[in-house]
């Protein structure tokens, strides 16, 4: 029943996102072509030079916008909703309505990154700056300059940000299903209580990571106090500065508070839906 009701969202929402995110690609190559045409500085036309960029960074910010209001507009109308009635008639257990709706926004998030990631590639690729050619090539070897630590940082980097989506998808769905205890004015309260959420949780991480680091600050600083900023390079600077930060015990409590935090959510929805479901 669990893959029924995934297939179902995903197919729900995949008829809006997905020509959504062809007409993305679509219109970053035509901004990446724009790039080739040289305007002169004395030309009235000049300005056509830079439009291709701002054409592709509104696109990826319409993008952004469209499949966070799709995803959410969904868990909202299924469960907050009249729309949502029938949902809850079926013979499925709570904990796959919550999941199938989550793993459709969490993949959506996952093809959203790809496909922006696609359309910055498509934007600078065989693009030449400074005296340098940016390709495949050219970032393989900027990969080389990665100390291993500094490798090992950046995947930290990776699941702090997957874990990061998860609970901000969490969290939306929390604030939303709180929401839904009340009679009238939800999509206001949901804001409202999705900004309560995000205040205290960012309140007590703050705390949680000011008391860890108190304990951590002399071997940061070891670590640090050899360089001097403003004559390092990104790389030593990823290297020796932000991956200290990146692989201290900091970041551990950090990602256990936040996986912790997320638990929490997932049950105050699940509670909501099961035993308080309001849906009118």
Known sequence: MLGRLFKYELK???RILVPIYIAFIAITAISRVSLEFQIDEASPLYFLSGIGALIFMLSAIAMFVTTAIVTI?????NTSSSEGYL???LPVKTDYIIISEFLCAFIWSIVMAVVTFIGILLMILNLTVDDITI?????GNLFSLFTPDGIKAFFILIANMIVSTISEIMAIYCAISLASLLKKHRLIFSVLFYI??????NTLDALLIQ???QNNIEIYNV?????TYDTL?????????ITPSIISSQTIVDFIFVVFITAIEYFIIRNILRRHLNIN
């Open 12 to 14: 729900a929402t995949a």
């Open 73 to 77: 507009w969904r868990f909202y109308r």
């Open 87 to 89: 949902l809850f008639t």
């Open 135 to 139: 390709s495949l090539s050219y970032f």
């Open 196 to 201: 309560g959420l995000v205040i205290i949780t």
């Open 211 to 213: 008391f860890i680091s």
């Open 223 to 227: 670590a640090t106090d050899a360089f």
């Open 233 to 241: 390079s990104f790389f030593e600077t990823w290297n020796y500065v």
